[in-house]
C-alpha cells in the first residue's frame, strides 16, 4: 500500500534544508523528512485495532511546515520524545474495513474520521493522566507510551490503529464535509476558548482554511458580533466577504486602520514604537508568526483576549509588556479535546460532536473551501498548490482516493466510491451491460462542475444518444506514472521568513515550487460559499450532437476480401467547425480585471478578483476608500499600510457592489 512518512531526525532535516536553498527537488528526495512509498500491508498489532481505508485526506500548514523544514529544534515541542517519526496527514476520512476481535465500538462499512493521537487510553495506561481523565486527550501528559504504535496517516492508502482514535461520522455529513471535521473542530475550540458577548469587536487575522472556518463558527455562535478580518490574498478577501466579515483589513497601515474601526488613540514614540489605548475586545491570530502576534498584542483593547490559533515552529522574540499594561488575557489554542456545551451549562461534550451538529444544522460550511483534488501519486504538485496559494488561490487541498486506479494500488478502491476516469468520454454500451450492477458497489460520483458528456447506451437493441453528467478528475491525472524527483521551480513570493503575513511570506505558507499552469480540463474552479446557482451545461461546438461510436473495428466475413476503403467507425473526434463560425472552446479560468462600472449586486464575483500586481478592487457598501490588498509598503517595512472596509449589509451571500 502507499504510504507516506516524516522523519524528523536533524540529519535529515539540516541536509535537506541547506540543499533547499538552491535545489528546489531536495523536499521530495530520498534524504528528505518526506517519503512517500509503497510497502507491504501489515496485519493488525491487536484485538482492539480497526483497520481504515482512507477516502480523503486534507493538507493542513502544520505538514507543509515539517515538509519544507520550516522550524527550530529548539522550540519547546521538539525535546519532547516520539516527534521525530510520524505519519502525516491528521485531517483524513475513511471507512472501516477490518476490526479485531475486541472492538466494541465500531463495526466494518462504519465511515470515521481521525480523532485523536496516542494517548493514556488507546495505549492502556495503567494509570491515566489529568488531560486524559477530562477528555483532552490530545493534550496527553505521557511522554512516553507503551504499546504497537499506529501505522498509517491521512496520506497513506490505509491506517491501522485504536478504535478510541475515530470518531464516527454520522451518516447525514458527506465525505467532504467529514474531512474538514477536524479543522472546523479547531475552529470550535478556538472560539469556545474566548466567546465574544454581543456587542463586541473583533479580529481575525489570517483568511486561509482555519481564519475562515472561525469566521462561520463567530457567525453561528456569536451572531451579534462585529467582525474584522485581516486577509492579504484578494480571494480570501472575496471569501471572507462572502462568509459575514463586516470589515476587512489590508496589511497597509493597520494601526491607522485599527484606531478608525474602533475608536482607539493611536500613540507614536521613537525608532517606529507604536502603542494603542482602546482596540478590539478580541483577537484570533489564526498565522501565529513573531509580526502578528507583537501587533496583536498592541491592537486588543485593555482587559481584552488574544487568543493564538495559529503556530510557528520558530523561537520569537516579542514586547509582551501590554499583558501586565493592559491587562490582555493570552490565552493558547491547540486542537480540540470537550468543551463546556450547550454555552453557559455545566455539560461537557466532545469538540467534534460539536463540529458536526453545528454542519448538520447548516451553522457552518466548511465543504465549500475545498478548492482542489489530487491523487496521492502526485503528492509533489498537490503540496506545490498548496504552499504557493498566491499562484493557486488555493484554501483547501485534499487528496482523493478515488483517484488512484487500481492498478497502481491494488487495494485503494473504497467500497462506496467510483475511480474517477482520466476525462470526460464517450462509450457505447450493450444491454446487458447497462443492466449490470456496478461492481463493489461503487456509486457514481458527479462533481460540482461536472461537464455534460454523451454517453451512448443500447436499450431493446436500439442505439439511444442520452445525455449523463460525468467528470474528470480535478487536479492532475492518476494516469500519469509516479515520477519521484519531477523539475520544481523557485516562486520567491512564497519563500518562509519572518517578514511574515505583512511581507506576503506568512510561515503558514512555507516555500514551496509553483503549481503548473493548469490546462482547461484539470483547473478547479474555486469553491464559492454560498452560492446555489448551478453553472450550464457545457457547450458543444456545433447544435447537432456528433455522433461516438465504438474505438473497435468489426472484423470482415471470412469469405468476403477486405476492402481498401476506409471502416465506417471511426476515432471519437468532433467535425470542425466551418472556418467563418466562432468556435467556442473553454477557457483556463483566470483573474478578469474590473471595469469602471459597477457590477450588479447580483453579478457573480469571480470576475472581480485581480492578480497581485494588479490594483485590489473596493467593495463600496459605505464610502470608504479600498487600496490594492496585495501590494506591500517599500517605505517603511514595519509600517504595513491598510485601509478598513465597511460593508454594512454582510451577510452569507455575497458583497453588495464591486468596482475598481
Not at 472560539?191 to 469587536?201: I, S, T
Not at 454517453?455 to 442520452?466: D, F, I, K, M
Not at 492518476?478 to 517578514?499: I, L
Amino acid at each position: 500500500m502507499w504510504t507516506s512518512t516524516m522523519e524528523l531526525n536533524p540529519r535529515r532535516v539540516m541536509l535537506t534544508r541547506l540543499l533547499g536553498l538552491f535545489w528546489n527537488g531536495a523536499f521530495f528526495s530520498s534524504f528528505a523528512p518526506l517519503q512517500v512509498q509503497n510497502v507491504p500491508r501489515q496485519s493488525l498489532p491487536a484485538q482492539n485495532w480497526v483497520r481504515v481505508r482512507n477516502r480523503l485526506a486534507g493538507i493542513c500548514g502544520s505538514d507543509l511546515h515539517l515538509i519544507y523544514t520550516d522550524g527550530d529544534f529548539r522550540i519547546a515541542p521538539a525535546a519532547l520524545p516520539n516527534h521525530q517519526r510520524s505519519y502525516p496527514g491528521h485531517e483524513v476520512v475513511g471507512e472501516v474495513i477490518e476490526v479485531g476481535e475486541d472492538v466494541t465500538q465500531l463495526r466494518v462499512g462504519d465511515r470515521v474520521v481521525l480523532q485523536n493521537g496516542p494517548n493514556c487510553l488507546s495505549t492502556g495506561a495503567h494509570q491515566m493522566c489529568r488531560s486524559c481523565a477530562s477528555g483532552n486527550y490530545n493534550l496527553c501528559e505521557q511522554g512516553h507510551l507503551s504499546g504497537p504504535e499506529p501505522i498509517g496517516g491521512g496520506w497513506s492508502e490505509e491506517m491501522l490503529l485504536h478504535e478510541q482514535q475515530l470518531f464516527r461520522v454520522p451518516p447525514d455529513l458527506s465525505d467532504e464535509q467529514a474531512v474538514m471535521l477536524e479543522p472546523s473542530a479547531v475552529a470550535v475550540h478556538a472560539v469556545l476558548r474566548h466567546l465574544p458577548q454581543p456587542g463586541e469587536h473583533v479580529l481575525i487575522i489570517g483568511a486561509g482554511t482555519i481564519g475562515l472556518l472561525v469566521l462561520q463558527v463567530l457567525r453561528a455562535l456569536a451572531p451579534q458580533t462585529t467582525i474584522s478580518v485581516m486577509a492579504r490574498h484578494s480571494f480570501q478577501i472575496e471569501q471572507a466577504t462572502r462568509m459575514g466579515a463586516e470589515y476587512i483589513l489590508y496589511p497597509h497601515d493597520t494601526y491607522q486602520s485599527v484606531k478608525l474601526l474602533t475608536g482607539a488613540k493611536l500613540y507614536k514614540g521613537i525608532l517606529g514604537n507604536k502603542m494603542l489605548l482602546g482596540g478590539y475586545d478580541a483577537v484570533y491570530d489564526t498565522v501565529g508568526t513573531q509580526r502578528t502576534l507583537h501587533d496583536a498584542l498592541r491592537w486588543t483593547r485593555a482587559g481584552g483576549a488574544l487568543v493564538i490559533v495559529g503556530l510557528s515552529l520558530h523561537l520569537m522574540r516579542i514586547d509582551l509588556t501590554p499583558v501586565w499594561y493592559q491587562e490582555v488575557s493570552l490565552i493558547g489554542s491547540t486542537g480540540h479535546g470537550t468543551e463546556t456545551w450547550p454555552i453557559g451549562s455545566q455539560q461537557r461534550r466532545d469538540t467534534f460532536a460539536i463540529a458536526a451538529e453545528l454542519i448538520e444544522q447548516g451553522g457552518i460550511h466548511p465543504e465549500k473551501l475545498i478548492t482542489h483534488r489530487f491523487a496521492l501519486t502526485n503528492f509533489r504538485e498537490a503540496l506545490s498548490t498548496a504552499a504557493g496559494k498566491s499562484r493557486s488561490r488555493a484554501i483547501k487541498v485534499l487528496f482523493d482516493y478515488a483517484l488512484l486506479p487500481a492498478s497502481v494500488v491494488p487495494n485503494v478502491r473504497s467500497a462506496a466510491r467510483q475511480r474517477r476516469p482520466v476525462r470526460p468520454t464517450a462509450t457505447r454500451t450493450t444491454g446487458d451491460q447497462a443492466e449490470q450492477p456496478a461492481q463493489d458497489n461503487e456509486a457514481a460520483i458527479h462533481p460540482t462542475y461536472a461537464p455534460e458528456q454523451p454517453v451512448l447506451q443500447t436499450q431493446s437493441g436500439q442505439a439511444e444518444e442520452q445525455w449523463e453528467s460525468v467528470g474528470g478528475p480535478t487536479g492532475d491525472t492518476w494516469s500519469h506514472s509516479v515520477q519521484p524527483f519531477p523539475q520544481t521551480y523557485t516562486d520567491q513570493e512564497d519563500q518562509p521568513g519572518e517578514s511574515s503575513f505583512y511581507g506576503f511570506s506568512e510561515s503558514s505558507t512555507p516555500f514551496a515550487p509553483p503549481e503548473p499552469q493548469a490546462t482547461p480540463a484539470e483547473y478547479v474552479f474555486p469553491a464559492m460559499p454560498f452560492i446555489t446557482e448551478e453553472p450550464g451545461p457545457y457547450q458543444a461546438v456545433s447544435d447537432e450532437p456528433t455522433p461516438h461510436t465504438l474505438l473497435t473495428e468489426e472484423p470482415a466475413p471470412q469469405n468476403q476480401a477486405v476492402s481498401d476503403e476506409p471502416m465506417p467507425h471511426t476515432m471519437l473526434t468532433e467535425e470542425p467547425a466551418p472556418q467563418n463560425a466562432p468556435r467556442e472552446e473553454p477557457a483556463p479560468y483566470q483573474a478578469q480585471a474590473v471595469s469602471d462600472e459597477p457590477i450588479p449586486q447580483n453579478a457573480p464575483t469571480e470576475e472581480s478578483y485581480q492578480s497581485e500586481g494588479e490594483e485590489q478592487t473596493s467593495m463600496a457598501a459605505q464610502p470608504v476608500t479600498m487600496t490594492d490588498a496585495a501590494q506591500t509598503s517599500e517605505e517603511d517595512e514595519g509600517d504595513v499600510k491598510t485601509t478598513g472596509y465597511r460593508n454594512a449589509d454582510a451577510t452569507n451571500d455575497a458583497p453588495d457592489t464591486l468596482q475598481q
